[in-house]
């Protein structure tokens, strides 16, 4: 729903970047969020965006244009504790996501 | 409590009975929504409430499917003549509030089976 658009898998080595790109409808949009879940897991939160411009926190930094309708969230140092889905979020009258991204790091 | 909470956590039920999934979100948080889950699938959103506003109840699949909210507390699912694509888990997250303020905290969530 809300043309959510993420690809369905990345694979990166221990220790390198990865950058997982979203694509969303522009209208009647009120943020941006990244969730991570991990296999059998519930997901939790990483970041929220409203305002253009990058989010740092750590080693995850998010990343939003309003007018593009563009997001991606940027892990950097991977670990393999990071291999996890990444579940792009959109907040319009509600809150709705993509597919989710499923990241695997190998060492 | 401290999370949502969810329950049962794991039900197998027989196709055609009905069932029925419990949500008990953070206390004080108006807004709760309730997700699917297929099996390595993203979410998928089904009804969301907002304080004493009417639900969004646009991502429910059939009208087997409903689901209900006392106030601003529990929440149920009730999903009546189980198929066998009614198989995931069943995700309940709330917030503080349903807009910008609005990070969504997730129960572990409910697996249904159905044989």
Known sequence: GQNIDQPTEMTATEGAIVQINCTYQTSGFNGLFWYQQHAGEAPTFLSYNVLDGLEEKGRFSSFLSRSKGYSYLLLKELQMKDSASYLCGRLGDKLSFGAGTTVTVRA | GAGVSQSPSNK????????????????????????????????????????????????????????????????????????????????????????????????????????
């Open chain 2, 12 to 115: 197998v039920t027989e196709k055609g009975k009905d069932v029925e999934l419990r949500c008990d979100p953070i206390s004080g948080h108006t807004a709760l929504y309730w997700y699917r889950q297929r099996l390595g699938q993203g979410l998928e959103f089904l009804i969301y409430f907002q304080g004493n506003s009417a639900p969004d109840k646009s991502g429910l699949p059939s009208d087997r499917f409903s689901a209900e909210r006392t106030g601003e507390s529990v929440s149920t699912l009730t999903i009546q003549r189980t198929q066998q694509e009614d198989s995931a888990v069943y995700l309940c997250a709330s917030s503080l509030a349903g807009g910008a303020a609005g990070e969504l905290f997730f129960g572990e969530g409910s697996r249904l089976t159905v044989l």
